[in-house]
Nanobody
Framework: QVQLVESGGGLVQPGGSLRLSCAASGIIFSIYTMGWYRQAPGKQRELVAV???????NYVDSVKGRFAISRDNAKNTVYLQMNSLRPEDTAVYYC?????????????WGQGTQVTVSS
C-alpha cells in the first residue's frame, strides 16, 4: 500500500519560513518524480515544485527564489523549504509521487497539510 504522509504545515507570519516533509512508503522512491502542489480556497490545484528521479528541479514562477525542493532517497522523503512566505502562499500543500512508463502512469497523493501565512 502506497502512503505519502506530509508534515510541517502551520501558521506563520509574512516573511517567515516553514519546511514541509513528505515521507513515502510502498514505492521505490528513487525512481519517482516527487512534487509539491497547493490548492487555495476557490482555486485550482497548482504545481509548486518538482524534483525528478534524474535530479532536475522546477518551480512555479511565483515561488522561484523563495522555495526549495529537496529529496533524500535514503529516507524516502521529499522536502519543501519555504522562505519569505507571503499571504498568497496560504493553501493546502499536497505531496505527489508520479512515474510514467510506456504502459502505465503511477500517480499518488498525500492527504495535504495546511499552510497559513497571516499576521
Amino acid at each position: 500500500q502506497v502512503q505519502l504522509v506530509e508534515s510541517g504545515g502551520g501558521l506563520v507570519q509574512p516573511g517567515g519560513s516553514l519546511r514541509l516533509s513528505c515521507a513515502a512508503s510502498g514505492i521505490i522512491f528513487s525512481i519517482y518524480t516527487m512534487g509539491w502542489y497547493r490548492q487555495a480556497p476557490g482555486k485550482q490545484r497548482e504545481l509548486v515544485a518538482v524534483f525528478t528521479s534524474g535530479g532536475n528541479t522546477n518551480y512555479v514562477d511565483s515561488v522561484k527564489g523563495r522555495f526549495a525542493i529537496s529529496r533524500d532517497n535514503a529516507k524516502n522523503t521529499v522536502y519543501l523549504q519555504m522562505n519569505s512566505l507571503r499571504p498568497e502562499d496560504t493553501a493546502v500543500y499536497y505531496c505527489n509521487a508520479k512515474m510514467i512508463t510506456g504502459i502505465a502512469t503511477y500517480d499518488y497523493w498525500g492527504q495535504g497539510t495546511q499552510v497559513t501565512v497571516s499576521s
